[in-house]
């Protein structure tokens, strides 16, 4: 059991030993004093932030909060070929490592981040952990300056240490900042809190920092962090995540007899991950099969919350509805109070915002309700939404995504397309455009992906990729640039900025299983011009990702004709097409099958 009291004040003793060795003679007082004065400030902030990452909420207990350790399971994390578990990677962070930890939703990456600080607490290590969740940058009070947003965390009111003392810290190796949820920043601001990041790796080399995020290539870039990879759970590992929930042993031990039998052979992709985990148990009892399609398994979770039960107890236990609506209206006002929000990216509410979504998706579904009582729904009824202190959030965001796919399939009377050409640009990280692909395909192809596939396939008719090179990168890869951070070798990059395109080609790559390989890490092909790139990289303007870039031009194809660029732009140009041939045909089916139905 962790214990606060003991494990704070051992922190401060093992931080005295540590910055007798780092902080320099000059600091008034000497480290003694530094030290102490750091106890008394920050304190207060340590043992609320244990407070808040050992407890949490779970889709199956939303009364009251479980204890993070009871319920966490050990946690592997691949990098390089190479799979370790969660104790090395503590270790790693304990030694100042920059680190990024990438999940897809509901992986376990923000459980597996808080229980790396409180290992760094519980440690000793002689560096203060800081945990910060980066969803709270999206307010408006942000004032673009993420040291100062930090310090104001952790510096309360009153306290004496000043903004130069919590820098020199920073710079003299005393904190390590663990930074959650890069993917929950708003799209238009995420540029900048990267280029922020970076410039704290680079005006503080030796301060640790742990950033967890949803798979995004542009961290791939970051030459100064190390990427891990949160891995699929195992079979011994999803037993013992199901004996630890808080729900109904006898269920539990059969749920756990199936996994062991042949259930987590036949669905390890649901399985191996911890939410989905989570939801099986919860559906398995009501439904007694698994499907195939995730979002027939939402669809099932959404049920299951609607008519839930006390898991708790050994009879049913059906929670009283505040609204009187049926299962279809409450979920068609649900799903357009989550397109909307999705659309704004907005993934945390004050209490006034979330009723005006409500009221909002309410009117867009004429249906007449009372706001606060649909509010009192979604969380104690149906557990969609949580309180998280003085803001509410979704239980999980992929069951935003989820309902904002729903929304989009229901064929609603807007311009479908217009709104996924919006989503398009935040890439691959989110599910909404997978997953409405997966409900009604025939809808997606034949009013988003034909036509856009169509357009794109015009815009390359008659360009050379060889005389017309960046036009053709931009089209179908992004703006290749040379990015340099200043440290080890320049490494080449795709930066997709806004531009449709691309992304619009990396998404139908994963919807039709096409592998379209990005053009990166071809440095070490340009031989004798290295030395020319990287002059032109040092002496170019930094961009919003934090790199030197610069980017190519069509002047530039005899630097760069012997590199991998060609083959892979023109495989990608290719398989494009091939795609286009596959959407073509599938439209035309759809309308000869709809023909006859009419005949």
Same mark, same amino acid.
């Given at each position: ?86 104790? =090395? ?9 920059? /680190? ?10 923000? +459980? ?17 952990? #800081? ?28 306290? $004496? ?34 280029? &922020? /990041? ?10 640790? %920092? ?27 590992? $999803?037993?013992?995540? #199901? ?30 991950? *911890? ?10 009892? &009501? ?8 979002? %027939? ?23 009283? +509805? ?35 979504? %409500? ?46 796919? $729903?929304? =989009?399939?229901?064929? *609603? ?51 050379? *990729? ?23 070798? *320049? ?56 790199? &030197? ?29 091939? /795609? ?20």
């Amino acid at each position: 059991m962790f214990d606060p009291s003991a494990a704070v004040p051992k922190l401060f003793e093992s931080l005295l030993e540590s910055a007798t060795r780092r902080v320099i003679k000059s600091v008034s007082g000497g480290a003694a004093k530094f030290v102490d004065m750091l106890r008394m400030n920050f304190s207060d902030y340590l043992y609320s932030a244990i407070d808040r990452t050992s407890h949490v909420k779970t889709l199956l207990q939303r009364d009251e909060p479980v204890d993070l350790l009871s319920i966490y399971v050990e946690t592997f994390l691949e990098s390089g070929g190479t799979t370790l578990r969660d104790d =090395i990677i503590v270790e790693r962070c304990r030694k100042q490592a920059s /680190i990024c930890v990438i999940g897809s939703a509901g992986s376990g990456k923000t +459980m597996f981040v808080r229980y790396l600080f409180l290992q760094l607490v519980e440690g000793g290590y002689g560096t203060i952990p #800081i945990f910060v969740e980066l969803r709270d940058l999206n307010s408006p009070d942000y004032n673009d300056d993420l040291v100062e947003f930090i310090y104001n965390i952790v510096v309360r009111p009153g306290a $004496v240490v000043t903004k130069d003392q919590f820098r020199y810290c920073l710079r003299s190796a005393l904190f390590i900042l663990i930074l959650d949820g890069l993917d929950e920043v708003e799209h238009s601001r995420r540029a900048a809190i990267e280029r &922020q /990041i970076m410039n704290l790796r680079s005006s503080y080399p030796k301060l640790g %920092i742990v950033i967890s995020s949803r798979p995004d290539e542009r961290l791939s870039a970051w030459s100064a962090f190390t990427v891990y990879r949160i891995g699929p759970m195992k079979k011994a590992q $999803v037993k013992k995540l #199901i004996s630890r929930l808080p729900y109904e042993a006898k269920l539990r031990t059969k749920f756990i007899q199936e996994v062991d039998k042949n259930l987590y052979d036949k669905h390890s992709s649901f399985l191996s991950n *911890p939410l989905l985990a989570t939801m099986m148990l919860m559906t398995y009892d &009501q439904f007694a099969h698994i499907p195939e399609k995730i979002h %027939i398994f939402y669809e099932q979770a959404f049920e299951t919350l609607y008519f839930r039960h006390d898991a708790r107890k050994e009879t049913a236990f059906r929670r009283k +509805m505040y609204t009187d609506l049926a299962i279809n209206d409450f979920r068609n006002c649900l799903s357009a109070l989550c397109v909307s929000s999705y659309f704004k990216e907005k993934f945390q509410f004050s209490e006034s915002e979330i009723l005006d979504y %409500i009221r909002k998706a309410a009117h867009s579904e004429k249906l007449k309700i009372i706001e606060g009582d649909y509010l009192s729904d979604l969380l104690e009824s149906v557990c969609i939404l949580q309180r998280d202190g003085l803001y509410l959030s979704f239980t999980h965001r992929s069951f935003q995504e989820y309902f904002a796919a $729903v929304f =989009i399939v229901r064929s *609603p009377s807007i311009e479908i397309r217009d709104l996924l050409n919006v989503f398009c640009r935040r890439g691959t990280q989110d599910n909404v455009i997978g997953m409405a692909f997966d409900m009604n395909r025939s809808l997606i192809e034949r009013e988003w992906i034909l036509p856009k596939i169509r357009d794109l396939a015009e815009a390359l008719e008659g360009l050379d *990729p060889e005389t017309n090179m960046v036009q053709c990168l931009d089209l179908v890869c992004g703006k290749i640039v040379l990015g340099y951070d200043g440290e080890g070798d *320049p490494t080449c990059v795709v930066v997709k900025v806004q531009e449709e395109g691309p992304w619009f080609v990396e998404i139908i790559g994963k919807l039709y299983n096409v592998d379209f390989p990005t053009v990166t890490f071809w440095y070490d092909e340009l031989g004798m011009v290295k030395d020319e790139f990287v002059r032109r990289g040092m002496s170019g303007p930094r961009t919003s990702d934090g790199f &030197q870039h610069i980017e190519l031009t069509d002047a530039d194809y005899e630097l760069v004709k012997g590199t991998s660029l060609f083959k892979i732009l023109r495989s990608n140009i290719d398989s494009l097409m091939q /795609i286009k041939s596959e959407v073509e045909a599938s439209v035309s089916e759809q309308k000869r099958l709809s023909g006859v139905l009419f005949e």
